[in-house]
């Protein structure tokens, strides 16, 4: 199996049912720059995969919120 790491998300698109993600790297940090990033992978689910992949995305962080690892911000209003 392999490893990707990837540093956040460029772009995400709906195309015949199939979510296709682009995954990037930060390459270098600026100071009052925007960083710079390269693409790395292309992540594809179909919509049932993506609402799975939330919802265990949003367990791990209630545990990690429970564990004390984390903390939630209040959002504005």
């Known amino acids: 199996m ?7 998300i460029a772009n995400m698109l709906l195309v ?5 993600v ?5 390459t270098s940090v600026e100071k009052d720059k925007e960083p710079n990033v390269r693409p790395n992978a292309t992540l594809a689910m179909s ?8 919802d265990q995305f949003g367990k791990m ?3 990690m919120v429970s564990d004390g690892i ?5 959002q504005p209003q």
């Open 47 to 54: 919509l049932p995969a993506l609402i799975r992949v939330h």
């Open 22 to 26: 682009d995954l990037v790297n930060v």
């Open 70 to 74: 984390l903390t939630k911000n209040q």
């Open 61 to 63: 962080i209630d545990k």
């Open 16 to 20: 015949d049912g199939v979510v296709r």
């Open 2 to 8: 392999q490893t990707i790491y990837a540093d956040g």
